[in-house]
């Protein structure tokens, strides 16, 4: 059963995150690419943003080695951003203990649309213990494709805890339950604030993988 948590609003929360990745691309191209230009786009990984950008000024799609060297530059801000006395991550830090608690007996993944590279600079900022597997934004894939990849191999029943609308949309795409956090996410499926204990987590959780179990 992997249970699989978005980072970013679901985990917590780093600012400045689309300034950030904005000024990376301008570092790489001269220009950084514009509000307006960010919210034209339709993706929510960022393999998927920065091809977006990349085909709104060039006219073709992003090759893999732009993507790293994107990774790279994002990593970079991130870190100069982030350093100690510089600004600082919020954690949610009862959805975090859940999902730890939830990885000493369940499979557990991290699921993001962030690079891998800045996905592991974020997850150890929050400090996320490394023996939870992670998988980042890749080429070629949407967040639904990553959410398959998790699950591949394993026998249900899966869930996805997401914070926005593309990762309802992404679990429904992946056959998956989804369990909101936040009030970003309306709907008839389970919702946890970002203040939620950790014994809430791990309580919806159990009680789909019961619900599930009974039904099959």
């Not at 400045?16 to 514009?34: I, N, V």
């Not at 091809?51 to 790293?68: I, N, S």
């Not at 939870?132 to 990553?146: A, E, F, T, Y």
Request: net charge negative.
């Amino acid at each position: 059963m992997p249970i699989c948590f978005d980072l970013d609003g679901t985990l917590g929360t780093f600012s400045s995150g689309y300034l950030l990745l904005r000024e990376a691309l301008g570092e790489l191209w001269g220009q950084a690419p514009t509000r307006e230009e960010l919210g034209r786009c339709s993706g929510s990984t960022d393999w998927e943003i920065v091809d977006e950008l990349h085909r709104m000024r060039y006219g073709t799609g992003l090759e893999e080695a732009g993507y790293a060297a994107y990774e790279e530059a994002c990593v970079r801000r991130f870190r100069q951003t982030f350093a100690p006395g510089g600004e600082a991550a919020v954690a949610f830090r009862g959805v975090l203990e859940g999902m730890h608690w939830l990885a000493t007996t369940r499979r557990v993944w991290l699921v993001s649309g962030n690079a891998p590279g800045l996905l592991a600079f974020k997850a150890e900022v929050l400090g996320i213990d490394p023996a939870i597997p992670r998988l980042g934004s890749l080429p070629r894939h949407d967040r639904s494709d990553l959410l398959r990849l998790a699950r591949r191999g394993c026998p249900g029943p899966h869930l996805y805890f997401g914070d926005r609308p593309h990762d309802l949309a992404a679990a429904r795409a992946a056959g998956m339950p989804f369990v909101g956090v936040g009030e970003q996410v309306p709907g008839a499926h389970p919702i946890l604030g970002a203040d939620a204990p950790a014994t809430l987590v791990v309580e919806v959780a159990t009680r789909h993988a019961r619900a599930d179990a009974s039904e099959s």
